[in-house]
């Protein structure tokens, strides 16, 4: 076993399994004795034990030395850590009307209780104290590195505020939580609510496995015998894409963009206008001009100028790229006797098709190669060739749903690393997306304590008795989450707070888009996109013909991208009062990058999750590809090396990159692995967009 950090000592008489040793297998939640009411108690607890533990810290009559503060805070919490990873694995992954509920009250304790801590003189008095004089600390690199992000994470909070901008600022954060949890369950709300049949005469373009995945989801709502169309990405982007009813794409796409702007009590607009306000004040009162400048200090980007900078460089040969795009779409619509303008509905529609002519090759060809199991095994087995990490089914680990599979992650010498948990169905109490997560992190302050890590993905399942196939994106979103994944499975550091993906948001995504490369190596799908049915390889013609399309449409993708991203660090620049109506602000944005008007945002922000459920990527969304920068250039470094897995190369990207987590300068890890700092040409050369004549 390997958490020896001991069982959380709790009275026995509690009957709350979320206060005992756990003694499951691996000491994993137990998820079936884990019921709702089991949550207020757990928390109540883990906030009073934490607090004490804090209390604990600030009275210690002793000096302030990095053991006694650094390291005793790194030790608090572990009640905390444990009862919210697993109720917000739930509240996400497999949610109720009850867990929403307690959802709400949660977050306003969680603000109330970190709050205090946050803006404690006295704590941060000590950890300052030992800030200025690091130099003679005598510090390991790695605790060098975690007094200066404790150091900053409490000046950022406002640690250093005088009383009464402490307690405004206590409020705000408060506000700010309930309105990021408003803007989640409104976007739920809206996505639960609508759905929309397929009868008999409505099926035209959509194959087999696509009515499949929707007969699971009618199935689902209690519909058996019928098939629905609900607005989770994996079902709307491919039917915008296939269906040759335009009148039905209209109908699908106007719901998709209108979710959290429909005037009903699931309206996000009134959520955005009071969440910039407030961020806008908490940065004013630590002393930054806007939200951005505030937000980007603490990133690799470090302003809203690189940011901008970036951006602009793109956007450019993106968008030139999507217009002539745009212009080839329209004549195909009128080759075809089609006597209409392109409109944002027919997009994808058109440009499948005209892919389909120029690269002779579709996702409905493809699909049937790539049945999830055989990526899953892909993904796998692309980690055993570069990190010599193995993977073992196991049946006894208590999971939060039947369709979620559980498996142990052996390192090359057989020592155990961590569980895996794969939760890859859509269903109605997941909410949308795909996202890493996890229910314990890694981390060997007392003993080595293994990760539980969780990939959570919503892609249809198959029909009965056929496997779930993949669309190629879907393929590329598994190994994406899977390279988050090894970011918290590879995680080797001594300091929780420093552990896997505990990293700049512009850095996280460097290990996930990075792992997407080999999902599109001939090599690996050789070997495991083979056909569901008859086992047979995937046909060599038809890889070449899916890779050469991968480049095809990037002018749409880039554009849907960088305009949501550009939009994103525009909330957060611009004086909150003069925003206004956040649709008039969207759509005068929008008019100033001249953003063609047959292409929409990626997310429009009244479903924009990523920066207003909370504000983790609030004008941090261009991280995505400040990340793609980093992993295009990277997985040059590979190809250099003419070998998709040369073992050097790829323990210098273990060491360097999945292992190190927070544990070092990004900056400074990228150059370790790279031998320089990254450079962005490789991302538009990938992308197809170096060719464009307005990018010369
Ligand atoms: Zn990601």
């Known amino acids: 076993m390997t958490d020896s950090s001991g069982p959380i000592a709790a009275p026995s008489a509690s009957g709350n399994p979320l206060l005992e040793a756990w003694t499951t297998p691996f000491e994993t939640p137990p998820f079936s004795q884990i019921k709702p009411e089991h949550f207020m108690p757990a928390f109540e607890q883990a906030f009073a034990d934490h607090a004490a533990e804090i209390a604990a810290i600030v009275n210690d009559p002793a000096e302030p030395d990095f053991a006694n503060t650094v390291t005793a805070l790194e030790r608090s919490g572990k009640l905390l850590n444990r009862v919210a990873a697993v109720f917000y694995d739930l509240v996400s992954a497999h949610s109720s009307p009850e867990l929403l509920k307690i959802d709400e009250q949660v977050s306003l304790r969680m603000a109330r209780h970190w709050n205090p801590i946050m803006m404690n003189a006295v704590l941060f008095g000590r950890v300052a104290a030992l800030h200025d004089k690091r130099a003679s600390l005598k510090l390991t690199a790695e605790e060098k590195r975690l007094l200066e992000r404790t150091y900053t994470r409490f000046h950022r909070a406002g640690a250093g505020l005088d009383a009464a901008a402490k307690a405004r600022m206590a409020e705000i954060n408060e506000q700010l939580a309930q309105l990021g949890t408003s803007f989640s369950h409104h976007l739920l709300g809206d996505e639960q609510e609508w759905f929309m049949e397929l009868g008999e005469g409505d099926t035209d373009g959509l194959p087999a496995s696509f009515l499949a995945a929707a007969k699971a989801a009618a199935e689902e709502r209690g519909m058996p015998g019928k098939a629905v169309i609900t607005l989770s990405r994996s079902f709307v982007e491919p039917f915008l894409k296939m269906s040759g009813r335009r009148d039905l794409r209209e109908k699908v796409y106007r719901a998709f963009i209108a979710r959290g702007d429909n005037g009903n009590a699931n309206d996000n607009n009134a959520v955005i206008g009071e969440i910039l306000k407030l961020r806008e004040e908490s940065a004013r009162l630590l002393g930054y001009p806007t939200f951005a400048a505030y937000r980007l200090e603490d990133s690799m980007a470090k302003t809203p100028e690189a940011v901008r900078g970036l951006l602009e460089r793109v956007w450019k040969p993106a968008r030139a790229r999507a217009l002539a795009d745009r212009d080839d779409l329209q004549a195909l619509v009128t080759e075809e006797g089609g006597n209409f303008k392109l409109a944002p509905w027919d997009w994808r529609y058109y440009a499948e098709k005209l892919r389909q002519r ?156 990075l792992y997407e490369h080999w999902q599109e190596q001939p090599q690996v799908l050789r070997q495991f996109a083979r056909h569901y049915q008859t086992g047979e390889p995937l046909p060599d013609d038809l890889l070449q013909r899916f890779l050469k399309a991968r480049k095809f449409n990037q002018g749409f993708a880039t554009v849907e991208f960088v305009s949501s991203a550009l939009l994103d660090l525009e909330f957060h620049t611009q004086p909150a009062a003069s925003i206004g109506a956040v649709r008039d602000f969207e ?74 987590g927070g544990s070092r300068d990004p900056e400074e890890a990228y150059i370790a692995f790279r031998g320089r700092a990254p450079e962005p040409d490789a991302l538009l050369r990938r992308r197809g967009l170096l060719d464009t004549p307005e990018a010369a």
């Open 358 to 513: 120029r690269a002779d090759f579709d996702d409905s060809a493809i699909k049937p190669y790539l049945a999830l199991d055989n990526m899953i095994a892909a993904a796998f087995d692309t980690a055993t060739r570069l990190f010599g990490v193995s993977f073992a089914e196991r049946k006894d680990v208590p999971v939060w749903h039947p369709d979620v599979r559980v498996w142990e992650v052996k390192d090359a010498d057989g020592s155990h690393r961590g569980l895996f948990y794969g939760d890859y169905f859509a269903r109605p109490s997941k909410r949308s997306g795909a996202w890493m997560t996890s229910l314990r992190d890694q981390q060997k302050l007392d003993g080595n304590v293994a990760p539980l890590i969780i990939n959570v993905c919503n892609f249809a399942k198959g029909a009965e008795g056929e496997p779930s196939l993949l669309s190629p994106d879907d393929a590329r979103t598994l190994f994406h989450e899977f390279g988050h994944g090894l970011h918290g499975m590879l995680s080797n550091v001594t300091y929780p707070s420093l552990s896997g993906t505990s990293v700049f948001t512009d850095f996280v995504e460097l290990p996930s888009q």
């Open 587 to 660: 759509r005068k944005e929008l008019e100033k990058i001249g953003m063609p008007e047959e292409i929409a945002l990626r997310h429009r922000p009244t479903q924009f999750g990523h920066i207003f459920s909370g504000d983790h990527y609030a004008s941090g969304y261009y991280s995505y590809m400040w990340s793609e920068v980093m992993d295009a250039d990277a997985f040059g470094a590979f190809e250099e090396a003419g070998d998709i897995f040369a073992p050097a190369v790829a323990k210098r990207l273990r060491d360097d990159i999945y292992s190190s």
